[in-house]
């Protein structure tokens, strides 16, 4: 990722308060644990009832994750009266979901005024050794704030 | 879709049994309503806790239904004694995941001894009327059961 | 696809002007042999120096021919005054591109002001029988002409 | 990329062996100018006839030397006997490609027994400066040797 400054001084508390309305991050056990300037880190503990029929976490969780870790990446780098809508993605799983914790990690590859790209993966931490078990690679949308 | 025949007669009750196994179907609401050769359609009744930042569905939970729509599609053509995991998916959102209920239709668009292409499509139903909300093109693996 | 109308009558002309622009097509021998609303269709007869090391069409190839059926898809819809840009696009490759022509099928799943959502598929043909052998989706972008 | 050893240790001459079977990589100017224990990189000089109707190189080109350079990073660590195929392809266009060469670089980021995930990239030079204009997330496949 170049470093890349975002114009709006104010998003990480902006980012903060988009992540506190998407009542499935608190519904899964999600929490925003890092915000950089083009980048977003996302944590999971592992609950059973996220999991699919070989009790590892359910791949669309995954995606859940990393496409909010994208979302948010590319959200710091917008302007403060915008909003950001996930055009689509595209998750390759490397590994089964298997762990205590998961580290979805978004990253702005290449913003633009209307679109942004993004790249994104997932760890899985097993006591403290972590497997990449996820890898995302999406466009996100701004838009402004309609009202 | 070619009409495609399953070889193990006992698909439903096998991609049913596997279906009661994932957790995360119960923890969010949805249930399998159709299972056929090639097919399989899962509904989502809204849920508020399933939300993003604007009060929509989380495109990641519309991922999640339509992954395992489109893994149980592949799953119905699998031999009995397999196990089916996803490899990857790509989703479009084509609009906002706004109704009273969801309904995830995947279909396999290509078999084959390991690997098993599938499409999915997630409608919104606002009162009666559907409108298409996501497209997914994934790839499904066959595995054998280890034991 | 539902039955969508061009807000340009001319766009078949406009499409064929464009397609005659891209001198890849020539250079690789594809011919734009059907343009609908809403769809387009590009004929690619084999030739050996498209192969790859098993002496089938190059992926890429198909994902070319295929990219241009979606993209000119797309520009069916749009206005007189824009120009159509690929975003992003995901092709599964079904079985080997072997045969003695290619037909590639590209169609608007979702028209939209900016992005349209496109599918694609590529048939090859052995005498006179068809097999799917590719299957897109795709993003497509309209900007305005610049001058 | 983890640091990834290749089990034969005559990859690089089996790759460059398949490469030149390539009859498109010839046929469009491609060459293969480096290989490594799961990477491989392809440069491609500028070329009139492989343009789009705005002047760039088609995208579907571009996708043809970074699905090939993702091909090859997964051949290296593939055995003796085996072929590679690829499974699907994902690619987004993050600028214009407008330049005098294009170089793809593709990597692996997990290998497998039957399927290796791999990430592209694509950069164009305008004199010795270098901007990123494709990213691919792939899938591909070992089979062994028909005969």
Redesign the interface.
């Known amino acids: 990722m170049p470093n890349i400054d975002a114009p709006d001084p104010g998003f990480e508390s902006r980012v903060r308060a988009?992540?506190n309305?998407?009542?499935?991050m608190?519904?899964i056990g999600a929490r925003l644990v890092a915000v950089g300037s083009g980048e977003a880190r996302i944590e999971l503990p592992f609950r059973?009832?996220?999991?699919?029929?070989?009790g590892y976490i359910?791949?669309?969780?995954i995606?859940?994750?990393v496409?909010?870790a994208c979302g948010y990446a590319a959200y710091t780098l917008m302007p403060a009266d915008s909003?950001v809508?996930?055009?689509?993605?595209?998750?390759?799983?490397?590994?089964?979901a298997r762990g205590e914790k998961f580290v979805a990690i978004g990253r702005v590859?290449?913003p633009g005024r209307?679109?942004t790209?993004c790249?994104g993966e997932v760890w899985a931490y097993v006591q403290s050794e972590a497997k990449?078990v996820a890898?995302?690679?999406s466009?996100m949308?701004m838009v402004f704030k309609s009202g």
Not at 48 to 54: D, Y
Not at 58 to 61: F, L, P, T, V, Y
Not at 85 to 96: D, H, M, Q, S
Request: hydrophobic share 40%.
């Open positions: 988009s992540f309305n998407q009542k499935v608190q519904a059973p009832e996220l999991t699919q029929q070989h359910h791949a669309g969780i995606g859940t994750i496409d909010s909003e809508l996930t055009v689509e993605y595209k998750v390759n799983f490397l590994a089964p590859i290449k209307t679109l790209a790249a990449q890898a995302m690679q466009t949308m």
